[in-house]
């Protein structure tokens, strides 16, 4: 017990870099689309292939994504992506803030425009945005 | 841990059951209509080539590949050619000609704003003509024109040293002055293309050389869609609701409009707005 106790105090965590975050995002948006959306992900291609016009499957795909990110970010404490990355949320990770942190997802305008607004704050401050007003940070098990 | 494994496989198993309502609510992605509306706007040409500088454009590949989808769906029964465009690349109107006339539903044109040169190549081709009244159309010529800037490099002292094999090899550059024979020979080529277009209207709307509108019609001038409509050039004037009630007549059910579009991307929707014609483009244009 006291082992497991010094083992975990040992443990150093530090802001998750640029390009981990980047392999994360990479792996839960594949994860979120093309297994879990599989359903839409498939009425999404067929409707593209038919050239429909596929406004809504895609503005439904973006939100059952929003939706996968939020749940696992508040009731697991990490996506799969970011479990697989070693990533996990510190600061704030209540329910609200799991929603605000990743409204970006949400397909409505304004709240699209942060698609385009995230990665240039997270770039240049190396922090999102909406993680600064959340009051959390994305860090990374280093040791 | 194994809460976290549980609410995990929870969540993975409620947003697939959330996917599947989601697929059954996105049914209305798939429109139901039995008449295609394939839009032709803005400048022909053969190949995409919009952006933040060009006007709006439209390419022969991109409306070749629409009717190509529209001529496959077994639910569609006609198409509509929804035309605002001044005209564009001869070769490009051309194309999107001929493929409408390999087309075996009956097709429409409905000109709302400009349909006129290479825009009106393409109306002409269909089967039926329908435009606004105070719409352009008509335009049949055929324009070239390029900048001659030998006498800004001569002001500047920049020499324009010509090697070529092939005495017509550099027509058209704008570093020294055409000759009258080079002049001859791009007005040959117009006139051939001329000779293409007036051919392929008067074949197309069935009109008769012999006519004494010959001369007028053939003089490259627009025509408003009323005066076009006299000229024999539209077969009627209105808007939607006429190619609607002229389409149901000749399906014996109702015309029912479905859009068929390429989809845009994030960058076309961004730029849309901003376009700006700066580049003079191909020299042979139906404008």
């Known amino acids: 017990m006291q082992k497991k106790e010094s083992a975990k105090k040992k443990k150093q965590v530090q802001p998750a870099s640029v390009w981990f975050r980047l392999l994360s995002f990479v792996i839960d948006l594949f994860i979120a689309v093309n297994i879990i959306g599989w359903p839409l992900a498939k009425r999404l291609s067929d409707s593209l292939a038919e050239n429909f016009h596929a406004t809504t499957t895609t503005a439904l795909l973006a939100l059952l994504t929003f939706f996968y990110f939020v749940l696992f970010e508040r009731f697991v404490g990490a996506t799969i992506g970011m479990a697989i990355t070693k990533i996990s949320i510190s600061g704030q990770n209540t329910l609200s803030s799991a929603f605000l942190r990743n409204c970006y997802l949400i397909p409505f305008f304004p709240l699209n425009l942060l698609i385009l607004i995230e990665p240039i704050a997270l770039l240049g401050w190396k922090k999102r945005l909406l993680e600064r007003w959340t009051d959390s940070t994305y860090e990374r098990v280093v040791a | ?287």
Request: glycine fraction near 8%; charge should be negative; hydrophobic fraction near 40%.
């Open chain 2, 1 to 287: 841990m194994k809460q976290k494994w549980i609410m995990a496989s929870a969540i993975i198993i409620g947003l697939f059951i959330l996917a599947q309502l989601f697929s059954l609510g996105a049914q209305d992605d798939i429109k139901n209509g039995n008449v295609a509306v394939i839009p032709v706007q803005g400048t022909i040409v053969a190949t995409g080539e919009s952006g933040v500088f060009q006007d709006s454009v439209v390419s022969s590949d991109e409306v070749l590949e629409l009717i190509d989808k529209a001529t496959r769906d077994p639910r569609i029964k006609a198409i509509v050619f929804e035309i605002n465009s001044p005209g564009g690349s001869a070769v490009a109107s051309d194309e999107v000609g001929q493929a409408i006339k390999a087309i075996d539903l009956p097709t429409v044109a409905h000109i709302r704003e400009v349909g006129a040169s290479g825009g009106y190549w393409i109306a002409s081709t269909t089967d039926y003509i329908v435009a606004n009244r105070m719409s352009m159309t008509g335009s049949i010529g055929v324009i070239a024109s390029f900048l001659d800037f030998s006498g800004f490099i001569e002001r500047y002292n920049v020499s324009y040293e010509r090697f070529v094999s092939g005495e017509y090899k550099d027509l058209g550059t704008p570093f020294r002055k055409v000759t009258n024979e080079e002049r001859d020979i791009f007005q040959e080529k117009l006139d051939m293309i001329h000779d293409y277009f007036i051919q392929e209207v008067y074949e197309n709307r069935h009109l008769s050389k012999d006519d004494e509108s010959y001369e007028l019609i053939t003089s490259g001038s627009f025509f408003l869609g009323v005066e076009a409509y006299n000229l024999g050039l539209v077969d009627e004037l209105g808007g939607q609701v006429q190619v609607q009630e002229h389409l149901a007549q000749v399906l014996g059910e109702e015309a029912v409009f479905v859009r068929f579009e390429t989809e845009k991307s994030l960058f076309d929707i961004l730029s849309g707005d901003v376009r700006i014609s700066l580049i003079p483009q191909s020299p042979l244009l139906l404008q």
